[in-house]
């Protein structure tokens, strides 16, 4: 592998790494619990973790990180939509719903769960919500991915 396709493939592991990393320290260490489109944005960095483990062994390395990369880029193109309606610059697509087990009381389940808005933003710095920074962070990645991919491979 080229060292362009070497940090193209760190990246791909460590950023959906990191950012899943802050998704889950934010709920479980700080109470922000995720919405329904918070949970969009982790299927990407899910996908893109896994598709970046799978280039650390499996050929062709190149195909594997490209995909991660599209993960990592769905997740912030989902963010940059969140935020949006997190904004108010346009209405959401969700309803909200609470997932009941078999067996289980429904009433229960409503009555105790957490209620997560999508259009409300639980926490911000210098007036970016946490989907603002995911499409930041995401989106610049997947570009600096797909831009050291394009470079030429050494003979």
């Known amino acids: 592998m080229t060292p362009a396709t070497k940090l193209?493939?760190?990246?791909a592991l460590g950023v959906p790494a990191l950012l899943l990393a802050g998704a889950y320290i934010s709920q479980y260490g700080f109470a922000l619990y995720p919405c329904e489109m918070c949970w969009w944005q982790r299927y990407g960095h899910f996908?893109?973790?896994a598709f970046a483990l799978l280039s650390t062994f499996a050929p062709p390395r190149r195909l594997w990180i490209a995909l991660a990369a599209l993960?990592?880029?769905?997740s912030g193109l989902i963010g940059a939509f969140h935020a949006g309606v997190e904004y108010g610059w346009w209405e959401?697509?969700?309803t909200c719903a609470i997932p009941v087990s078999e067996g289980a009381n429904a009433l229960d389940a409503i009555l105790n769960a957490p209620?997560?808005?999508c259009d409300v933003a639980p926490w911000s710095l210098?007036?970016?919500s946490l989907a603002g920074f995911n499409a930041l962070f995401s989106i610049a990645t997947a570009l600096a991915i797909f831009s050291l991919l394009r470079e030429?491979?050494?003979p």
């Open 8 to 11: 193209a493939q760190r990246l």
């Open 115 to 117: 209620i997560v808005r």
């Open 126 to 128: 210098f007036g970016i």
């Open 47 to 49: 996908a893109g973790l």
């Open 152 to 154: 030429k491979r050494q």
């Open 71 to 74: 993960g990592i880029a769905g």
């Open 92 to 94: 959401g697509i969700t």
